[in-house]
C-alpha cells in the first residue's frame, strides 16, 4: 500500500550542531512533500515544501532534499537550537486532480531532541 | 492574521453526550480539514471542504458529523463516541492549492 515513513523514530544532537532527518516513500504518484514540525501541546506547523520537479529546495536553516529514484527525503537543520526540538513529520500529497486532491498523508515523524 | 482557532481547547464527554468543535480561519482560505491524532502517532485526515462543499470523507463513522456553516467556519459534531475515540482532533486550512495547510493547536478529547 501507499506509505510514507521515516527510517529513525529519535534524533539527539547537540546544540550547534546540524540535524538530518530522513523521510522514505512509496507513492510515485506523489507531487508535493512537505515538512512540519509539531511542537509539544500545538498543531503542526508548515517548515518548508518541495515539487517533485526539485531536487533541492533551501529555506532558512533548513534545506529540503529530495530523491526521486530511491523516492526518498531529507529535511536538514543547520546549527540546531534547543528550539527546533520537535517531531518532525514529512507529508506528500499526490498531483492536481482526481479523488486524492487534497489529502495530505503524514509520515510516521520524528522526535528531535536538541541538547543544549 | 494567519492564525486557525480551535475551540474548546480540552473536551471530556460520555458515549451518550452530543457535543460540537469549532474551528475558524479568517485568511481567506477555501479549503478546510478535519484531522485525527492519537498520541505519538501522526495526524490522520478526516474530513476535507473545498469551497464550503465536503469533498473528501475518509470513510468516518457517521458519529462524526462535519459542517461547515460558511467559508471561515468548521464544525464537528460528535454524537454516540467510543473511548477509542480519544485524541487530539486539528484543523487545518488552505487557499485553493491543497499543500501549504495552515493547523490550529487542536482539541484534546476524552471520551469517557
Known amino acids: 500500500g501507499e506509505s510514507v515513513g521515516l527510517h529513525l523514530p529519535t534524533l539527539s544532537v547537540q546544540e550547534g550542531d546540524n540535524s538530518i532527518i530522513n523521510c522514505a516513500y512509496s507513492n510515485s504518484a506523489s507531487d508535493y512533500f512537505i515538512w512540519y514540525k509539531q511542537e509539544s501541546g500545538k498543531g503542526p506547523q508548515f517548515i518548508i515544501d518541495?515539487?517533485?520537479?526539485?531536487d533541492k529546495r533551501q529555506g532558512q536553516r533548513v534545506t529540503v532534499l529530495l530523491n526521486k529514484t530511491v523516492k526518498h527525503l531529507s529535511l536538514q537543520i543547520a546549527a540546531t537550537q534547543p528550539g527546533d526540538s520537535a517531531v518532525y513529520f514529512c507529508a506528500e500529497t499526490p498531483n492536481a486532480g482526481g479523488t486524492s486532491y487534497g489529502k495530505l498523508t503524514f509520515g510516521q515523524g520524528t522526535i528531535l531532541t536538541v541538547h543544549p | 492574521d494567519t492564525e486557525v482557532t480551535q475551540t474548546p481547547k480540552h473536551l471530556v464527554m460520555g458515549m451518550t453526550n452530543k457535543k460540537s468543535l469549532k474551528c475558524e480561519q479568517h485568511?481567506?482560505?477555501?479549503?478546510m480539514y478535519w484531522y485525527k491524532q492519537k498520541a505519538k502517532k501522526p495526524p490522520e485526515l478526516m474530513f476535507v471542504?473545498?469551497?464550503?462543499?465536503?469533498?473528501i470523507n475518509e470513510s468516518v463513522p457517521s458519529r462524526f458529523s462535519p459542517e461547515c456553516p460558511n467559508s471561515s467556519l468548521l464544525n464537528l459534531h460528535l454524537h454516540a463516541l467510543q473511548p477509542e475515540d480519544s485524541a487530539l482532533y486539528l484543523c487545518?486550512?488552505?487557499?485553493?492549492?491543497?499543500?501549504?495547510?495552515?493547523f490550529g493547536p487542536g482539541t484534546r478529547l476524552t471520551v469517557t
Open positions: 487545518a486550512s488552505s487557499q485553493e492549492r491543497p499543500r501549504e495547510q495552515y
Open positions: 471542504y473545498s469551497y464550503e462543499k465536503l469533498s
Open positions: 485568511m481567506g482560505h477555501r479549503a
Open positions: 518541495i515539487r517533485s520537479n526539485m
